[in-house]
T-cell receptor, first 114, second 114 residues
């Protein structure tokens, strides 16, 4: 079955630490890839997206993600996290011709300690 | 330019009652998607609608759940005879016809079934 996996459910970091959140998907065809962030009490916001071209994508707030096709992965990174990055992060994938339907991972809850 | 508007933000129902959740898409968007987020889980696709048409309802439970997006007015997700397991956050997203596969999410409606 087509699925999206985020292996880290909870991550706790200190400010200035580096962040990498894993995202893997199971689908052999063309994909569009997304990372969304949900700050406490707020709606989902788009952090970044990949459709084609350079597999290293830069998003808002210093986040970036790298699409590695051979590994079916789209990991999210940030060199130095801030307390304000405390949020839940969701990887989402559009697989093939799925309209605009996205399949979401289970989310990773990040807590950044000041 | 208002984003995706959902109401109510919080809804409490007793078992057996009906719940109606409303979603007004962003201006210029004619595609609406409903997702459900159960506690400690990621978002699960429920239904994809365009004006007056259900495009994909593969994620909708077979009974008690229905959705519509009339020619005029908001999209409505209706849950009849609610049960405790329906307690969740229900998110609506919208996109434009050209889409670029980017969904804009609302703040969600949190349903609690007593």
């Amino acid at each position: 079955a087509q699925s999206v996996s985020q292996h880290n459910h909870h991550v706790i970091l200190s400010e200035a630490a580096s962040l990498e959140l894993g995202c893997n998907y199971s689908y052999g065809g063309t994909v569009n890839l997304f990372w969304y962030v949900q700050y406490p009490g707020q709606h989902l916001q788009l952090l970044l997206k990949y459709f084609s071209g350079d597999p290293l994508v830069k998003g808002i707030k210093g986040f970036e993600a790298e699409f590695i096709k051979s590994k079916f992965s789209f990991n999210l990174r940030k060199p130095s996290v801030q307390w304000s990055d405390t949020a839940e992060y969701f990887c989402a994938v559009k697989m093939g011709n799925a309209g605009n339907m996205l399949t979401f991972g289970g989310g990773t809850r990040l807590m950044v300690k000041p | 330019n208002a984003g995706v508007m959902q109401n109510p933000r919080h809804l409490v129902r007793r078992r057996g009652q009906e719940a109606r959740l409303r979603c007004s898409p962003m201006k210029g968007h004619s595609h609406v998607y409903w997702y459900r987020q159960l506690p400690e889980e990621g978002l699960k696709f429920m239904v994809y609608l365009q004006k007056e048409n259900i495009i994909d309802e593969s994620g909708m439970p077979k009974e008690r759940f229905s959705a519509e997006f009339p020619k005029e007015g908001p999209s409505i997700l209706r849950i009849q005879q609610v049960v405790r397991g329906d307690s969740a956050a229900y998110f609506c997203a919208s996109s434009s016809p050209s889409g670029a596969n980017v969904l804009t999410f609302g703040a969600g409606s949190r349903l609690t079934v007593l």
